[in-house]
Nanobody, 125 residues
């Protein structure tokens, strides 16, 4: 079993930055693909970013390209999501997720088996 815990969310003004962290524990393997998703109030879950186990492959959702950067530190079993130039529409609960399949860098929520409880990000205008 894998446990994921996000941290780093909070309240920030538009144009500001936040860095989210996702710590893995339990039965962890450094070859997991990690994803970030978000869900705003009354909205469907949205793909944000995905990164493969060694950081060599990343994908981003169109709404965050050029502003968000995913990274991984396998020595710490932690992945990060650096969020810059935040906009009010980025307000959402952010979730990290893990896919045991190292050959897939998925953009669908169904690609991921393990999920964290989420961390809230609020961007004020």
């Amino acid at each position: 079993q894998v446990q994921l815990v996000e941290s780093g969310g909070g309240l920030v003004q538009a144009g500001g930055s936040l860095r989210l962290s996702c710590a893995r524990s339990g039965r962890t393997f450094s070859t997991y693909t990690m994803g970030w998703f978000r869900q705003g109030l009354h909205k469907e879950i949205e793909f944000v970013a995905a990164i493969n186990w060694n950081g060599s492959t990343t994908y981003y959702g169109d709404s965050v390209k050029g502003r968000f950067t995913a990274s991984t530190d396998n020595t710490k079993n932690t992945v990060y999501l650096q969020m810059n130039s935040l906009k009010p529409e980025d307000t959402a609960a952010y979730y990290c997720a893990a896919d045991p399949n190292p050959w897939r860098v998925g953009v669908r929520s169904n690609d991921y088996r393990y999920w964290g409880p989420g961390t809230q990000v609020i961007v004020s205008s």
